[in-house]
C-alpha cells in the first residue's frame, strides 16, 4: 500500500509524505510511483533551464521508519511494548552499564518518544474530529488520565536514572522527558481552541480540566528548567522553537535510516558508453582501409577523406551513446538510495526525472489533469511537464529482523522547493482598473497566481490509485495546496 499525505511545510516549500507498507505475508515488496508535474509555460522551465542536478536541489528527500502505532491507552494500561521496553532496557543498563546496554537504552528511549508523540497526536485529532459528539466530555477525560499515568509511569523511572551514576543516563532520560512535555503542552491546548470554537457551555468542564492538567504540567517544565511560550519575551520564545527543533529531530533520529547514494545504472551505463566508442572506431578503421586500397594513388584525397571519416567517428560515438542512453532510460533510474539498519541492507530507493511531451502522457493522466478548452486550444500555452520516477524495494525479513517492534514499512519525506520557479514569476499584486456606476474610474489591486499539478501514479501488487494535488502560488510563496 503507497500511502500520501501533503501539506505546506513552510512559504516556499511543499511537502509529500509517502508511505510505503507492503503485505506482511511477503518477503519482498516492490512499489512504483510516477508523478506527473504540470508547470506553467510562463515560468520558462525546461531541460535547458532546469536541468536534473537544479531539479534533485529542489526536491529532496528524507527516509524513515514507518512510527509503530500504539493507542494511548494501551501504553498507559501496559498493553504496549514501548514502555515495557524503555523499562526491560534500563533494567540491563543497571545490570551491566555496557556501550551495547547504553546504545540499546538511548534507542528504546527516543523510540518511546516517538510513539508518544504520534499517540498523543491520534488522540488530540480524534477528540477534535468528535467535539460536537455526545462523548466529546468523557474522550477528553480518558485522554488525560492516559496521559497523566504514562508521564508519571515514565517519570518514575526518570528519577530512579537521577540515582545512577551509569554514563549519562539521567541526560538520554531528560532529552526524552522534555521533547514529551513540550508535544503533551502544544497539542492538549489544540483540544481548548476546538472547544473554544464551539460555544458549547456543555463542555466547560471539560475545559476546565484540560486547562488544569496543561497549568500542572507548565509548573513541572519550570521546576526542570524547560524553556516556555511567554509573551513579549521574543528572544526566549525564539530559544524555545529552536529547543523544540532540536529535540524532534534528536527523538525522530531514531526512526531514519542510513542511506547510501550513487548513480544509478552506472556500469551499464559505463559499458554501453565503451560500446558506443568502440563501434565509431570500427567505423573509422573499415573506412580508412577501403580508402587506402581503392584510393592509394590519390594521397591528397585520402587524407581529406580520412579528416572527414575521422570527425563522422565522433558523430557516430555521440550519436550512439545518445541511443543507448533512451533506451537505458526507461530501465535504470538517475540516482539509486540503498537504505540500511546497522550496516544491514533492508531495501532501495531509486529515483528519476525527465521532462516529456504530452504524447507521452496516458489518456488517463490528461483525464486528471482535466485541462480547460482554452488551455487545450491555446498553441502559446505548451503546458510543461515533469515526470519524476521513484521505484522502491522492501526486505519485510529484514526489516523485521533488526527489532521487536513491527515496522510496517517506510515513510519518504519529499519536500518541494519552489524558490528558483518563483523568481521567474511576475509581481504577486496587479493593478485593475474599472469603470463604476457613477462613471469614475477605479483602480483595485487583483492577485496574480501560478498553479502547478501534481499528479501521482502510485502501483503496490496488482493495486493502481491516483493523487491529484493543486498547488497555486505567488513570488511571495505558496498560497494553497489542494
Not at 61 to 85: E, H, W
Not at 88 to 109: C, G, M, P, Y
Not at 362 to 386: G, H, P, Y
Not at 446 to 470: H, M, P
Amino acid at each position: 500500500m503507497i500511502d500520501v499525505e501533503t501539506k505546506i511545510h513552510d512559504k516556499f516549500s511543499i511537502e509529500f509524505k509517502i508511505g510505503f507498507s507492503g503485505q506482511e505475508s511477503s518477503k519482498k515488496n516492490d512499489f512504483s510511483l510516477n508523478s506527473w508535474i504540470f508547470v506553467p509555460n510562463s515560468l520558462d522551465v525546461n531541460k535547458y533551464t532546469y536541468d536534473k542536478e537544479r531539479f534533485y536541489k529542489d526536491m529532496r528527500s528524507n527516509i524513515r521508519l514507518i512510527t509503530p502505532v500504539f493507542k494511548l491507552k494501551d501504553i498507559a494500561g501496559n498493553k504496549a511494548i514501548p514502555l515495557n521496553n524503555v523499562k526491560t532496557s534500563f533494567q540491563n543498563v543497571l545490570t551491566e552499564a555496557s556501550d551495547k546496554n547504553l546504545i540499546d537504552l538511548e534507542f528504546q528511549l527516543k523510540l518511546f518518544g516517538a510513539v508518544f508523540k504520534s499517540a498523543v497526536r491520534d488522540s488530540v485529532n480524534s477528540i477534535k474530529a468528535g467535539i460536537n459528539g455526545p462523548d466529546a466530555s468523557e474522550n477528553c477525560s480518558d485522554y488525560i488520565d492516559d496521559v497523566s499515568t504514562i508521564l508519571e509511569e515514565y517519570r518514575r523511572l526518570y528519577s530512579l536514572a537521577r540515582n545512577t551514576k551509569a554514563g549519562n543516563i539521567m541526560s538520554l532520560f531528560a532529552f526524552t522527558d522534555e521533547f514529551m512535555s513540550h508535544q503533551v503542552e502544544m497539542r492538549t491546548i489544540r483540544i481548548i481552541k476546538a472547544i473554544d470554537r464551539q460555544k458549547d457551555t456543555s463542555l466547560d468542564k471539560a475545559r476546565r480540566h484540560i486547562a488544569d492538567f496543561i497549568i500542572k504540567e507548565q509548573e513541572y517544565k519550570r521546576r526542570q528548567g524547560y524553556k516556555l511560550a511567554a509573551k513579549d519575551e521574543n528572544d526566549s520564545n525564539k530559544e524555545l522553537l529552536f529547543r523544540r527543533s532540536l529535540l524532534k529531530k534528536y527523538i525522530e533520529s531514531s526512526l531514519y535510516l542510513k542511506i547510501d547514494k550513487t548513480e544509478d545504472g552506472r556500469a551499464i551505463q559505463q559499458v554501453s558508453f565503451s560500446l558506443a566508442a568502440g563501434l565509431a572506431m570500427l567505423v573509422y578503421s573499415l573506412t580508412s582501409l577501403i580508402f587506402q586500397k581503392h584510393l592509394g594513388s590519390y594521397p591528397a584525397l585520402i587524407f581529406i577523406l580520412l579528416v572527414a571519416a575521422y570527425v563522422l567517428k565522433d558523430r557516430i560515438k555521440d550519436l550512439t551513446r545518445w541511443m543507448f542512453a533512451q533506451k537505458l532510460k526507461d530501465k535504470y533510474f538517475d540516482i539509486r538510495n540503498d537504505i540500511s539498519i546497522k550496516k544491514k541492507k533492508i531495501g532501495w530507493v531509486k529515483e528519476g526525472m525527465d521532462f516529456i511531451s504530452d504524447e507521452k502522457v496516458s489518456a488517463e493522466i490528461m483525464r486528471l489533469r482535466n485541462r480547460s478548452q482554452l488551455e487545450t486550444n491555446n498553441d502559446f500555452f505548451e503546458e510543461k511537464i515533469i515526470l519524476y520516477r521513484k521505484k522502491v524495494s522492501i526486505d519485510n525479513e529484514m526489516l523485521k529482523n533488526h527489532y521487536d517492534y513491527d515496522f510496517k514499512g517506510i515513510n519518504d519525506i519529499s519536500r518541494f522547493n519552489i524558490n528558483y520557479l518563483k523568481k521567474r514569476m511576475d509581481n504577486p499584486i496587479v493593478p485593475v482598473d474599472y469603470l463604476d456606476e457613477s462613471m469614475e474610474v477605479k483602480t483595485v489591486s487583483a492577485e496574480r497566481v501560478y498553479t502547478l499539478i501534481f499528479i501521482l501514479q502510485c502501483v503496490a501488487g496488482d493495486s493502481v490509485q491516483y493523487k491529484a494535488f493543486r498547488m497555486t502560488a505567488n513570488r511571495d510563496g505558496i498560497i494553497s495546496i489542494d
